[in-house]
């Protein structure tokens, strides 16, 4: 993540206590964590190679930074940090999927690829000029200019198919970040969500609102 969320107040009244350098140590840790999208090492060295100080000044702050953390294995846990980790990579998966189908759904002449945006501009703007003559040069289309209400019908449950398939994909990888990092009522409902997942039809699978996808 090249950014993310920060409230101010919260973190003022969490770490109220904290020194000028525990401050630093933990936003530093804080930044890894969401830059690189994923738990932080235990070992001591390594994070003072994180914060970028000798080891010995990490040592002297270790004790009040260290317990905004959770171990797990190998592995400190920021559970705020893995709930926005989770939120933006939800986004990030319907965004990708949205511009897709924007793409696909338009003309040949309306993607700029490679062109400059002048060259693009200057182009549809001749096209437009010339809309009357295209109108008048073509043929009528079926259906005064419509389409049936079976491809209607056809066209929509693909889309609710896809938009579903999406919810399904996203809540799949929520769940499975939950049962690695979560707490143990999340990770006993990631686990319960992907053994039904395994069991049942996806039409059939009730996603918990936790795991819902955020658009």
């Avoid at 933006?88 to 793409?103: I, L």
Wanted: hydrophobic fraction near 35%; aromatic fraction near 8%.
């Amino acid at each position: 993540m090249e950014w993310y969320k920060r409230w101010p107040n919260a973190y003022k009244n969490k770490t109220w206590h904290l020194t000028l350098a525990e401050h630093g140590a933990y936003n530093l840790l804080i930044d890894h964590y969401y830059f690189h999208e994923t738990p932080l090492p235990v070992s001591d060295q390594a994070l003072a190679s994180i914060i970028g100080r000798p080891i010995e000044e990490w040592l002297a702050v270790r004790d009040q930074v260290l317990p905004f953390f959770k171990r797990r294995g190998d592995h400190l846990i920021h559970f705020r940090c893995e709930e926005e980790l989770v939120a933006a990579s939800a986004k990030r998966t319907g965004a990708a999927s949205r511009q897709k189908r924007h793409r696909n759904g338009m003309k040949p002449k309306d993607l700029v690829t490679g062109e400059s945006q002048d060259s693009h501009a200057a182009v549809t703007y001749q096209e437009e000029t010339r809309g009357e003559e295209k109108e008048e040069d073509s043929p009528p289309l079926l259906n005064g200019g419509g389409i049936s209400s079976s491809e209607k019908e056809e066209a929509k449950a693909k889309a609710d198919a896809h938009l579903r398939m999406m919810d399904i994909n996203a809540a799949r990888e929520s769940a499975e970040r939950f049962l690695k990092y979560g707490t143990p009522v999340q990770k006993a409902s990631a686990k319960e969500f992907l053994a039904a997942l395994k069991a049942k039809d996806d039409e059939l699978l009730e996603i918990p609102p936790f795991l819902r996808r955020k658009t």
